[in-house]
């Protein structure tokens, strides 16, 4: 359970930093190189989410239920 809550918590947090990426990159006052460093960040924040969700996947399989 406590990794369930772990793994949704960490995968809000990099939605969160996933969708203000992207209200970056369509504010007009937004420059080339602020725009790529924002894709960047949007494509580490998707394979970061990835990552947890892989990670959280193989303890839960390791921890034993009661």
């Known amino acids: ?3 369930r809550l772990v ?3 960490l995968i809000l947090v990099l939605a969160v930093f996933a969708v203000s990426s992207i209200v ?3 504010t007009p006052e937004t420059g080339v190189v602020e ?3 924002l ?3 949007f494509v580490g924040c998707v394979f970061a989410a990835a990552q947890v969700t892989n990670l959280a ?3 839960q399989q390791r921890v034993p239920r009661h």
């Open 1 to 3: 359970m406590l990794i």
């Open 24 to 26: 970056g990159i369509a």
């Open 57 to 59: 996947a193989r303890l």
């Open 39 to 41: 894709v960047a960040l």
């Open 7 to 9: 793994r949704v918590l």
């Open 35 to 37: 725009k790529a460093v």
